[in-house]
């Protein structure tokens, strides 16, 4: 492979095309940004005068666009756009059966409320979990749907990191480490008794980013009590966050109303926003976290049925 390298009087813009001198390029320039759709980049250095001297693009490396489906789930490279990334979630819908596409099918959705053409057709996958955003609208889904990511680094070589309450460890910070590359996401299938939904409300229906998001899933055994549950927020506070003291008080009670209140008490003291919290409209949000809950209970209650 051979890397083009572009010096301009304020940036260096290195594009390797294979992973090793990718990896190599990140840890002997430690301080480097990593690109791919420069849909936060670009803002950040535009709008909010940050200053990355060294550029390193990662969208010529294969193993960062390469897709594949198993049968445990699909591996989405760290740069795939969001528009491949949707046309091949769909593809993945088409051909396994309804009970194992779940998360797939919600990820699908939620895409259609993510910005607009333009910048789903450069913006990757790695970026959103890498920016680390509050407001990030996949996210909750890939915390709730229990994905992993992998990632490189010279030093350490390949590790597996769970999307799980210690990844999003700080305000647009991850457990990924400055040195590491993402390679790739790992998103596993539901099985017959986990349900899945995704949920996002904007100010604007369309191409406007979210006041709330979030990720349900729950498993349940064969008599409808809760095996397990994750229910992962965005917009509620300074990362992306699970609810759970909710999550581990509901082990064991059935999916029938009484769930409802339970939660309703519970989600508050899980999703706590001061009257001054960023971003406003508290009661709002707050509302609209319980009401995320309420459509899932509801749409899971019929699927059991
Ligand atoms: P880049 O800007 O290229 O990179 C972002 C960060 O990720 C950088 O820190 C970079 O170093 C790091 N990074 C990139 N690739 C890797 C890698 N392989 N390994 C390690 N680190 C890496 N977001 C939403 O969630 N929902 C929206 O509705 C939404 N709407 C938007 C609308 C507009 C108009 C704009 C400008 C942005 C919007 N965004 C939205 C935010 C943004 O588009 C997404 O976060 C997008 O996924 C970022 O991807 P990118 O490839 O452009 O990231």
């Known amino acids: ?53 060294v550029l390193i693009s990662t969208t ?45 099918s919600s990820i699908v959705e939620m895409l259609q409320w993510f910005a607009g053409h333009q910048i789903r057709n450069v913006a990757s996958v790695s970026g959103n979990i890498m920016t680390a955003s509050p407001i990030s609208d996949l996210n909750p889904l890939f915390l709730a749907a229990e994905a992993t990511v992998c ?22 910070k991850t457990a990924v480490a400055s040195d590491e590359v993402l390679l790739s996401v790992i998103i596993p299938f539901t099985r017959k008794n986990e349900y899945f939904a995704g949920y996002k ?32 927020f965005g917009g509620m506070g300074v ?8 999550m581990e008080s ?19 003291g899980d999703l706590p926003l001061s009257p001054g919290a960023p971003g406003g409209f508290v009661e709002f949000r707050q509302a609209l976290a319980l009401s995320f809950f309420f459509k899932f209970f509801v749409t899971v209650r019929q699927q059991i049925l």
Not at 151 to 172: A, H, M, N
Not at 250 to 268: F, M, Q, R, Y
């Open 201 to 232: 409300q904007a100010n604007r229906k369309e191409d406007d980013i979210s006041l709330v998001t979030a990720g349900m899933k729950v498993a349940v055994s064969k008599v409808n009590t809760i095996n397990k549950v994750i229910l992962a």
């Open 60 to 104: 010529n490396v294969p193993e960062l666009q390469s897709v594949s489906v198993s049968e445990d789930g699909v591996t989405i490279g760290g740069a795939v756009t969001l528009s491949q990334f949707n046309d091949e979630l769909k593809k993945v819908i088409l051909s396994f059966p309804e009970h194992k596409t779940r998360v797939i």
């Open 1 to 53: 492979g051979s890397s083009h390298t572009f010096i301009g009087p304020n940036v260096m813009w290195i594009q390797p095309s294979t992973l090793t001198e990718l990896v190599e390029l990140k840890a002997r320039y430690p301080s480097a940004k990593l690109v791919a759709g420069n849909t936060e980049i670009g803002v950040e250095t535009k709008f909010k005068n940050m200053n990355y001297p």
């Open 151 to 172: 990632v490189q680094s010279q030093e350490r070589g390949r590790r597996l990191v769970k999307i799980d309450k210690s990844f999003f460890c700080g305000y647009r």
């Open 250 to 268: 509901i082990v064991g009670d059935e999916w029938t109303d009484p769930l409802v209140a339970k939660v309703s008490e519970l989600l508050a």
């Open 239 to 246: 990362t992306t966050l699970l609810a759970n003291t909710t």
